[in-house]
């Protein structure tokens, strides 16, 4: 299966001047696509930190930057990425003509043409401005709006495994059946198997989740949690 980081950048997140979207909306989009999701940082605007993180997640298949592409000083990630691959910057001349079509051609403006040399430019879903891709990170804006356009022009490339799921919410407490669990989760290693305790529910005091890229290999070990637990329910999906 595929793997992915997601890199949301920007002090206004961290000081909770505003609550991140971005993060909440990749991780349930890259889910739905059956790609692993492996990481999620929220970091500073700060070209040393933006360099580490994306050097870090650069492991995974895919990165997802989001924020710090715009005109202003603290708008430093595309410094950042340059100096994760050891690359420069350069001004892009097809970035520098769509800015001027829109009388963005002062210094600041132009901050947004100028990208690590080697960057590729993905046009994708008839997008007026494309997506830059370094290596396989792509730099995303900021803006929760922009950020769920372009990625939804992009999701048709991204390839994924099918993922089947469910869920078992049962009446035990975790701490009686972990044993049992852990040596279920032993038996089906295809299977991802979850446990969560829940406090002050109406029915259930724990959910037992179950995801597999294998369907028979998930009812079978559904099948075994089942028998372990005093079962509410079991949802799929």
Known sequence: MATAAIVVIGREILTGKFADENGPYLTQRLRALGIDLRRLAIIDDDVDAIAEEVARSAQHDHVFTTGGVG????????????????MSLRLDPDLRALLAKHGLVDEAN?????????????RAGGASYPTIRVRNVYVLPGIPALVQQKFEALAPSLPGKTLHA?????????SDVAGALAALDAAHPAVDIGSYPRWGEAEHRLIVTLESGDRAALEAAVAGVSGLVDVVRVDAG
Request: proline share 5%.
């Open 71 to 86: 005109p202003t000083h603290d708008d430093v990630t595309f410094e950042g990425v340059a100096q994760a691959f050891g």
């Open 166 to 174: 469910a869920r078992v919410y049962a009446r035990d407490r975790e």
């Open 110 to 122: 132009l901050r947004m043409a100028t990208v690590p040399d080697g960057a590729e430019l993905v």
